[in-house]
């Protein structure tokens, strides 16, 4: 398309601030978090890897008890030059020979000159010819595994070798060649489980990522520990348990690691992989695919894994045989490897459950559930049913120190029902008065269980399974039958899709519960048979099932999760709507208990719409700190009025092509300073902005009186298929410009909003700040959402 240009006051838009100016840099992100957690009352340094984190200044975690400090920003390996990796390979030459000799005093190592693993390349050459090469001090070049590089012992050295110096292993990514090294505090007290991480940058806020507080001790992996490759230092000694192993596999990598256990222990071996990174836009299948092995004393393989069901992070639940030094691997599936595949490893004897039923209970009844699994003190897990909540909540068993992994489960305002065996056939199956929610269980291999009721002609029927969604294993297939047992309805797996983007399933590999709708043909017995799609059972294959009437509703994802807006400017949003059971209405979309100053623009989804992008505006004067923001959805849903909070996503690429809206724990707004407008921008013109099909209306918005101009590109971004802009004209205190619809590429009203954003160009900056000669095209902002109706008239 071409962009005239148009004339517009920059001030107006408060987005080009200094930093897009000196660089015109894409928005900060992370791609890594080494390693992704720490334990209670610990003080660690991790390091964040991604791009554009140049002038990181501040770190924010979610939750209480975590205090963290930006230490130092390191730029790409791409800038370490041939004199400073022969100047580095140098000193650590010298720095492994003292300390060789050191070993090799203490009889710690048998050979006098540490040969191979522990001298970089090139090392050897300059060894042998005295540093001929090396005539005079080079700056040592700059890396967090450098930092105290005097202090480094063997192992630390040879660790710097492996991740440093082979080059063959190291991929390197541009959206991993930036680091950042922070210091985190964890409390005593701070409540375990997975937080959510965040860097200022001069650029912005960036994308969240996993970072768990944990309650085991840590190590941290050390090259060089791959199985079958020699290695002159003497082994590690084994890991003393409990213990959680952080580590990076790199290409070809196999990290090995020895414990000792006693016969009759049950060991949870659980890898956080695909929890800690969900998906990766450049990789298939989409994560790091992590496998685990143990060894027994005698190097036999007793144990393998390459998930949980269907969750892609392996778990292993070994019964030790006999007493003896056993060992783990880990790897990734197919060998491959970077910095960001970055796993956390427990070895424990902790509590893990394996079932739950039912998977969940009615509002406001106390209820606890029956669980199994491996190191449980308890047989019963407390569920909190508080009416009001989020459908679907978490549970954890507690142990003293020691907690389970969470489990899900659902909990609604029907009448529940459990089902009752045996009910395999029409012949056997089990009445139900609607509406109701039934608890069931495949409980073996082929089993089916039937449910029958009383349905009148024209009756909507909704059969809805909560099972895969609950981290049941069951892949759920239901089919609604007449009393002559034709199948009238039927369905496998069910999901929210808009083309590539997966609304609904969020870390789900395989969304596989069912629904189906339909209208009964006449009166009589009708029949629901539940089963499993592969034929598979067992006590863990439980399941939820509504059954009854529609219940019309919805729920609200918002993406991004990170959002960063100059004082008193605006920044897009995106809110999408899950419509359930044939909700179709129109939902208002609120600020909840924002902070004085912020404002919602566009904030209505019409009738229909699945998608609808929004404005957020900032207050004038930059806060201390970023903000928690909530939004809410209201609709009117058979004369009340319904309510539900806005999850705050992040719309993550899988495998370059699926995405998915992955749900955050807060949506943070971080508020900058910029070169500043007296008063808002307002629209001038009635909202919302009705277009003809195949006509055009001016829209006018109302702009401070400043004086200062610049060439500036004005644009829609990602507007329906049709819409356009044309004819921007600026006058004193206001800019109006005309929004066309297209007849042929319209078929039908049109209900949206428009967002409205701008381009200036500005000199190309290398590294260092200084003028190419090139430009670049970079964003100064957009306009507040203009809602629209492209109407036939």
């Not at 720490?38 to 990181?56: E, F, M, N, P, T």
């Not at 060894?127 to 040592?140: I, P, Y």
């Not at 409540?191 to 969240?208: D, F, H, I, S």
């Not at 919805?554 to 920044?571: E, M």
Request: glycine share 8%; proline share 7%.
């Amino acid at each position: 398309m071409t962009r005239p240009t148009y004339i517009l006051l920059v001030t107006l838009l408060a987005c080009a601030t200094a930093a897009h100016a000196q660089q015109g840099r894409r928005a900060p992100q992370i791609g890594y978090v080494y390693p992704a957690g720490a334990r209670q009352d610990s003080v660690v340094q991790i390091v964040v890897g991604g791009q554009g984190l140049r002038g990181a200044s501040d770190a924010y975690v979610t939750g209480d008890g975590v205090q963290v400090k930006v230490i130092e920003h390191y730029g790409s390996l791409r800038g370490i030059d041939q004199e400073q990796r022969q100047a580095l390979a140098r000193r650590m030459r010298e720095l492994a020979m003292q300390r060789w000799a050191e070993a090799y005093a203490e009889g710690k190592v048998s050979q006098e000159t540490p040969w191979g693993a522990l001298v970089p390349p090139g090392g050897r050459r300059m060894m042998a010819d005295g540093d001929s090469t090396m005539t005079e001090e080079v700056e040592l070049p700059k890396h967090p595994l450098l930092n105290n590089l005097e202090d480094k012992s063997l192992r630390e050295l040879q660790n710097i070798r492996c991740c440093l110096f082979d080059i063959e292993r190291r991929q390197l990514n541009p959206q991993l060649e930036e680091t950042v090294l922070l210091e985190v505090k964890v409390a005593r007290g701070a409540e375990p489980g997975k937080r959510e991480l965040r860097l200022a940058t001069q650029v912005g806020l960036t994308n969240a990522m996993v970072f768990e507080v944990g309650v085991l001790p840590e190590v941290r992996e050390l090259e060089q520990n791959d199985p079958g490759i020699y290695n002159p230092l003497p082994p590690e000694p084994p890991l003393d348990l409990p213990v959680v192993i952080n580590g990076q596999i790199l290409p070809g990598d196999v990290d090995h690691f020895t414990f000792n256990a006693k016969q009759g222990q049950q060991l949870v071996i659980e890898a956080q992989a695909r929890a800690l990174i969900p998906y990766l836009a450049d990789a298939v299948p989409g994560w790091f695919q992590a496998t685990l092995v143990v060894y027994d004393p005698a190097g036999k393989e007793v144990a393998y894994a390459d998930d949980y069901r269907f969750d892609p992070d392996p778990v292993l639940l070994f019964e030790v045989p006999a007493d003896g030094e056993y060992a783990v691997e880990i790897r990734d599936s197919i060998y491959r490897g970077r910095d960001d595949f970055v796993y956390r490893l427990s070895i424990a004897e902790q509590p893990f459950i394996t079932q739950v039923f039912p998977l969940g209970a009615r509002a406001g009844r106390a209820k606890s559930s029956e669980v199994e699994g491996w190191n449980l003190r308890s047989r019963r897990l407390a569920l909190n049913t508080h009416a009001g909540g989020e459908e679907v909540r978490e549970a954890t068993l507690g142990q003293g120190r020691k907690i389970s992994n969470p489990v899900p489960y659902a909990v609604d305002t029907l009448p529940e029902s459990s089902e009752e065996e045996s009910n395999d056939t029409i012949a056997d199956a089990q009445r139900l008065h609607l509406p109701r929610i039934v608890n069931g269980c495949i409980s073996a291999a082929g089993d089916v269980d039937v449910f029958w009721f009383d349905g009148k002609a024209g009756d909507e029927i909704v059969v809805d399974v909560l099972a895969r969604r609950l981290h049941s294993p069951l892949d759920s297939l239901v089919r609604l039958m007449n009393a002559s047992g034709d199948v009238l309805a039927w369905n496998d797996d069910y999901e929210h899709k808009d083309g590539y983007l997966h609304q609904d399933m969020g870390l789900l590999t395989h969304h596989a519960d069912s629904y189906l709708t339909t209208v009964l043909p006449a009166d009589g017995k009708y029949y629901v048979q539940v089963s499993d799609a592969q034929d598979h059972g067992d006590a863990a294959y439980a399941y939820r099932v509504r059954i009854g009437p529609p219940r019309p509703d919805f729920a609200l994802r918002a993406t991004p999760s990170s959002i960063t807006v100059p004082a008193g400017r605006y920044a897009p949003l995106c809110v999408y709507v899950l419509r359930k059971d044939g909700f179709d209405d129109a939902i208002e979309i609120r600020l909840a208990g924002a902070p004085e100053g912020f404002e919602l623009q566009g904030g209505r989804i019409p009738v229909g719409c699945d998608r609808v992008r929004m404005t957020l505006m900032a207050p004038p004067k930059v806060l201390d700190g970023p903000v928690n923001l909530t939004l809410d959805g209201r609709a009117l849903i058979d004369g009340k009025t319904v309510t539900h909070e806005v999850v705050p996503a992040q719309d993550m690429m899988q495998a370059f092509l699926y995405r998915h809206l992955v749900p955050s724990q807060e949506m943070v707004v971080l508020i900058r300073g910029g070169r500043m407008a007296r008063g808002a921008l307002t629209l001038d013109s009635a909202t919302p902005v009705r277009i003809p099909a195949g006509g055009e209306t001016e829209v006018r918005v109302r702009m401070p009186r400043v004086a200062g101009l610049l060439d500036l590109e004005l644009e829609l971004d990602d507007p329906p298929a049709g819409v356009t802009l044309a004819d921007v004209a600026i006058v004193p205190g206001e800019i109006a410009f005309k929004l066309k619809a297209d007849h042929d590429a319209i078929k039908a009203s049109l209900a949206d909003n428009l967002i409205v954003e701008a381009f200036m160009e500005i000199a190309r900056r290398d590294r260092d700040g200084k003028t190419t000669g090139e430009k670049q095209r970079v964003s100064v902002g957009v306009l507040p959402a203009i809602p629209i109706e492209v109407v036939y008239e």
